[in-house]
């Protein structure tokens, strides 16, 4: 299994991004949002299983994921973590994420995933991108060129340098899953709600 990398621009490790914070603390009727970014690797019997356990690992195996679609509130401070995340709420609460995964079960092959992002400097306001294959340099290239095309889609807004968190394992005797994880906030479920099941 490969490490997890942490990635601040082409270079670097990424640690808290701040950005927007001052303008928060400076009267902004904004509310921080802390946004943690993990990763997680491991092998199982199966796909699924490798999928769980990498979950585990990444901190977020006993929730329900409810992925989202990249946009970061404004205010936000995204943390990338050298370990697992940990969610506030408890065993299967809706969690929301922007979730990047591979999954491999052929000899030597290998799989990646990463996420990226980047915040405008004055408000916090941010743009996630999720991407997944079978070679870091391909995820590498994914995410900044996704990010690169983003935020050229938005003038007028200076952001922050793209950062990263990017994981991989090679399968060598049973299947494997590499994944990232951003998680944005959990959810418990209506007190009302019921499922059934007949």
């Known amino acids: 299994m490969s490490a997890p990398s942490f990635r601040a621009g082409e270079a670097g490790e990424a640690g808290p991004t ?8 400076a ?4 509310q ?25 690992v990444a901190g977020v ?22 370990g697992g995340a940990t969610p506030e709420g408890t065993w299967g609460d809706r969690l929301y994420v922007v979730l990047a995964e591979e999954r491999v079960e052929t000899h030597n092959e290998e799989a990646w995933a990463g996420i990226g992002w980047t915040q405008e400097r004055a408000t916090g306001r941010g743009l996630f991108v999720e991407h997944h294959g079978n070679s870091r340099h391909r995820v590498d290239a994914d995410i900044t060129s996704s990010l690169v095309d983003l935020t050229a889609g938005r003038p007028g807004m200076a952001f922050t340098p793209v950062q990263r968190l990017v994981t991989g394992a090679t399968c060598v005797d049973e299947p494997v899953c590499a994944l990232v994880v951003a998680v944005f906030g959990s959810e418990p479920w209506p007190a009302a709600t019921t499922i059934d099941l007949r």
């Not at 990763?39 to 979950?55: E, M, Q, R, S, Y």
């Not at 929730?63 to 679609?69: A, D, E, G, H, T």
Request: net charge neutral; no cysteine.
């Open 32 to 56: 921080p949002l802390g946004i943690q970014v993990a990763a997680g690797t491991a092998a199982g019997p199966t796909t699924l299983a490798a999928f769980d356990g990498a979950l585990r």
């Open 61 to 82: 195996a006993n929730f329900n994921l409810i992925r989202l679609s990249s946009i970061a509130p404004p205010g936000s401070v995204v943390d990338a973590l050298p």
């Open 18 to 25: 701040r950005a927007g914070e001052a303008g928060a603390a």
């Open 27 to 30: 009267g902004d009727k904004v």
